[in-house]
């Protein structure tokens, strides 16, 4: 059992940034991928970043070059640093555990999810 609580999030001007956190209690953290998705009003939840237990990192195009996913094993701990926030950044940002199988993009692929931190980017 895995579970995802985040923090972090909360309003910010465009071209601002936060930093995301996600600490997670429960067996096998670190060799699990771990990973962020948002959901935006309306529109349906989609992959921004992962972070697989070797160090290797997956963005959406969308983020690239803004966000940054990191983590603490020591901490058990997953991190997402967002810079140059924009308005359609804003969402309902989730820290998901992966199953060890599957495309590291797919929702399909996670077994267990936080609750979710709100993020809103003002123009």
């Known amino acids: 059992q895995v579970q995802l609580v985040e923090s972090g999030g909360g309003l910010v001007q465009a071209g601002g940034s936060l930093r995301l956190s996600c600490s997670a209690s429960?067996?096998?953290?670190?060799?699990?991928?771990m990973a962020w998705f948002r959901q935006a009003p309306g529109k349906e939840r989609e992959f921004v970043a992962a972070?697989?237990?070797?160090?290797?990192?997956f963005y959406a195009d969308s983020v690239k070059g803004r966000f940054t996913i990191s983590r603490d094993n020591a901490k058990n701990t997953v991190y997402l640093q967002m810079n140059s926030l924009k308005p359609e950044d804003t969402a309902v940002y989730f820290c998901?555990?992966?199953?060890?199988?599957?495309?590291?993009?797919?929702?399909?692929?996670?077994?267990?999810w936080g609750q979710g931190t709100q993020v809103t980017v003002s123009s």
């Open positions: 998901a555990a992966h199953d060890n199988s599957g495309s590291y993009y797919r929702m399909g692929s996670y077994d267990y």
């Open positions: 429960g067996r096998a953290f670190g060799r699990r991928a």
């Open positions: 972070k697989n237990w070797s160090g290797a990192t």
